[in-house]
C-alpha cells in the first residue's frame, strides 16, 4: 500500500508541523499499556457507549476481549444532547473501568470532557478520549497535551481534515505526540445514516500525518446493522483500528443501543474483519 | 410582525422546556448592565475580535459608542484553529476592557472558553459569550448556567436549530434564563464566503423560544464589504441586535481584520440600518 | 449601496467571462414583455406552483397583479421528485397562461425541463424559466441560450456560486444576455426549514455579475408563515425582485401548499415590502 | 453478509414501491450484452473519462480488458461545468467505442445528457449512463425507461438516498428495470477530496432495493494515488461493482486526469482487489 503515500497532493492548505508526515517520516506508534497502535496489527477497541454497572462493564468486557478486542471503550462523562438525558456515572463510573481492568487486564479508554477532570480520567484510565464534540475545544486539547496519557481524538462532526489536523497540533505543541486520530463520521445533508462517515479520511490522514488512524463505525452510521459492513471497509481502506460500541443487552442499553452490537454480532464480524486484514496483508491478532 | 409567530409549525422535533415560547409566552429581556435586549429596540454590538491593546480598544469604543453601539465586544481568550496564532492577551485583556467601560460607560462582552475561568470572565465582563466551537461544550453551558451574568450563546457552525434551544437549555437549565441566542454562519458547501447566514434561524428561533436572537454577520460573511448588506437584512427579518466587528486600524488587526469594519464604515452602516429598523416598526436608538 | 461593490474580493475562481461585472461594467436590464428586472424597481414574480384551472389561475393573477406583482408564475411541466406525484398540465397549462395573460395584461413566467420543449414554451411564455433541479443540464441551457425569450434560472440546491455563474455563462455563450439569476434555497445540514435560503448570494452575485438577482423565499423556506420575514430580508438585501408562490386557496393547492401565501397574506407582504424598499433607496412601483 | 439485510431501519422515507426490496425480493441481475451484474461477480467497469482518439480508447480498452474489467466506460457527451471546456467528440465519439466493441470484444458504457440523444446513444451502446447532474432530469430518465438497453443511474451529488431510489423509480415506472445504482461521492463542506465518497450507502441501497449497487472512486475522490483504497473499501462494503477512470497517458488526458489511474496502477489494483473480494466470499473473474 505504500505507493498511494508517495504521491504528491496539493490538499490546500498547510500541514501543521509537528503533525506533519513530512517532518517525522516514521510512523509514530501509540503505546495504551501494552498495547501498540499505528503498527501491522489493527486494533479494535469495544464496549458500551456508557458505563452502566459493574455486571454490564463486566460481561461485556470478557466477551469483547474473547472475540479479540485490544482496548476496553466505556463512558463515565458522557456529552449529551439533551439535559435532560442521562449524563453517565462521572468518577464511580471511572472506578468501575478500573475495577474491570484489574478483573480482566484489559486498558481502558474513556471520555474526558472538562478541563478540570483531565488529570481526574488520566488518573484512571490507560487512555483519555476527547470526543467530537469538544475537538476545537482548545483549552482541552492543551490539558490533554499534558498529561501523560495516550490521546484517543475524535474528528468533530463538522470538522475538515485541516481543522482536525490543527486539532492535534495542540495536542502534540504541548509535548504529547501519543494521539490517535478518529474518524466518526461528518455531518452532511443525508438523513438515512446518522452521519456520513467519511472513509476517504483515512488514507488522507495517513498521507498527511505520521499519526495513527482509527475508524468509529458506530457513530459513523448510527445503526447497528450496518456497523458490521462499515467496519469491513474501514479495514480494507487501511485504518489501524477500529472503535465499536458493543453491549450486553443492547435493547435495554441507557445510550446508543441501536449503534450498539451485541457480544454475538461482535464475535462475528471479527472472524470476518480478519479475513479483510489478511486480504490487505496486515493482522488482527 | 406578530401573525408570523401565530401559525403552527412541525419542526420535527420537541421544543425543549424552559427555552419553548409555548411554556413562556412572554419575550424575555436580557439586561445587560443598563442595556435592553429582546424588546422593541435593536441592539448594536461593535468592537473588535480581539482586544490588543489600550489605544485600540479606547479608540474603537469611543467611536462605536458614538455611532450608536450600545455594547462593546472583545476578545481575551481567543479560540483560535491553529495553535500557532495569537491566543488573546487573556486576563490583561480583562483589565483592559473593564478599564474601558469604566472610562467610557459602555458595558462590554468577552469570550470564555474553560470552566475554570467562568468566574473570572464574569467578575470582569457584563455579559459572557459562548463561541461557536463550545456551544455544545456541555460542562461550559452548566458554568454559565450557574453564574449571574447573562449569556450570549452563538450558534455552532454546524449545529442544527434543535442543537442550538438544547445548547441554550443547558444554561436555562441551572437557573439563568439571562441568554441571547446568535446565528453566526453556519457551515456548507459555499466556499465563497466564511460561513452561510442562516437568516431564516432568526424568525424559526423567535417562532420557538422566548429568548432574544442576534445575528453576527461579520463571521456569518466573512467579507468585510457584504457585513452592511447582510446587516440591514438581518433587521429586516427580524433580528434583535447585530454584533459587528469594528476596528480602528482593520488593516493591521491581529485577527479577522479582512471581515471588520472600519470606524468610518461602522458609522455609516449605523445611518442605514436605523432606516430599515423604522421601516420595520423597530428602533436603534 | 455603490460602496460594497468597489471593494476587491478573492472568491478563490475565476469570474467566467460574459457574466463578469468587470467584462462588462454596465448592469444588464432584462426585459420581460413591458417589466424591466435590474434597474431601480424591484420586481415582484407571484403565482402559483403549477397551473391547476382557468379559475384558479385567473383569481390569483388578477389578485397578484392588484396587489403590485409584475409578473405571474404558474408551472404547466412540473419536475416532481416523484414519478407519481402530479407532474403539471402540459400544454393545456401553457394555454392556460397564455389566456390569463390576454385577460389580465400580465406576463408570465414558467419552467421548461426538456430540450425538445424549449420552443413550445418560448411560444407561449415571456420568460422561460430553468429550476434547481436542471441548472447543469447543459444541453437545455444551450437551448434557453438560443431561444430569444428571457431566461429565469435558478441556482441549483448543490451548486456553488461559481457552477452557478457557470451555468449562466452557458446561456450567455449562446448570444442570450437576457438571464435573472435567482437563489432559491441551497441545501445543508438544517432541516427545520427545506432548504437554507443563502441571502448572501445575492450581493455575492451582484458583485461579480452585472446580470440581475432575485430570491425566492417560498422554496428557500418551506414554509408559508416564514416567507414575509424573508421577503423583508431580500429586498433589504439589494435583491432586484423576488418571486413567490401564492395561491387562491392554499390549502387545497396540488402542489407547494405549506408553503404558498394566500390572497390576503400576499397583499399585506406587499405593503410591508414597499417601505422596506423605500429605506433602501428601491422602490415597488 | 445476508444478515445486515435481515434486520428492519427506519430510514424514515416511503420505499418507492418499484424499486423496494419488499415488493420484489429476488435481487435484480442487470445485463450488459454478456455481463451480468448484481450476482455474486463484482464487475469492473474502466476507461478514460472521455473518448478522445481511436488509438488511446483502443490502447485502454485492451489494457483492461486484460486486467480483468468487463465493460469499457468512455464518454462521448461530456456534461462540463464550463462552456468552454471539451465537450465530447459526440457521434464521433459513439463511434469509435462501437468499433472498440467489435475489435475488443468489450461491451461500452457511455452517458446521455439530452432527450433528444437518447435513442442515438443506446444505438451505439451496451449501457447508457445517466450522469450525476442528470439525476433529477425527469423527461431524461423517463426517455431511459423506455428504452430498451440497461441504465447505469448515478447519484446526485447532492442527492439523498430518498432521491436517489425515486429516480430509478421514474425509469423502472416506464417499465425498465435494468437499472445499476452508482455511488459518486455527494458534496460535503469537506475540500480536501472531491466529493465525499459515502460509501455507507452501499450497504443502505443494497438493504432497501434489489438493484445492483455499484461505486465510482474515481469522482468519489478526484485524487489518483486515493483510487486504490477506497476501490478496497467498497469491494469490502458489498458493492456489485466499480467504475473506474483509466487512461493510456493520466498526464495527457483532455478531462479528469488527475483522478484517472495508468495502465500499470489499473492493473495492479486488480490484483489486490480479488483478494479483497475473496475474503468477503465473491468473486473478480
Redesign the interface.
Known sequence: ?D?????P?N???KI?EKVSLKAKQERTIVKIAEVEAGGSDIIIIAGPCAVESSEQLFETARAVKSGGAKILRGGAFK??????SFQGLGEEGLKLLAQIRKETGIPVVTEV????QVELVASYADMIQIGS??M????LL?EAGRCKKPVLLKR???A????FL?AA??VL?QGNDQVILCERG????????RN?????????LK?LTHLPVIVDPSH??G????V???S???????ADGLIIEVHNHPEKALCDGHQSLSLDEFS?LMT?LK??A???GRYIS
Open positions: 500500500m505507493n498511494m503515500y508517495d504521491n497532493v490538499v490546500g492548505f501543521p456529552p449529551r444532547t439533551s439535559p435532560y470532557m472538562d478541563t478540570r464534540r469538544n476545537q475545544n482548545y483549552p492543551k468533530g462532526m463538522m475538515t481534515i485541516e481543522e490543527l497540533e495542540y505543541s461528518i455531518r452532511t445533508f443525508e438523513t438515512s445514516t456520513t462517515l467519511d472513509l476517504s479520511a483515512v488514507p488522507m498521507h459513523g452510521t445503526l447497528r446493522w450496518m458490521p459492513a462499515m469491513k471497509a474501514a479495514v480494507a481502506v487501511g462475528q470476518d479475513k479483510i489478511q486480504a490487505t
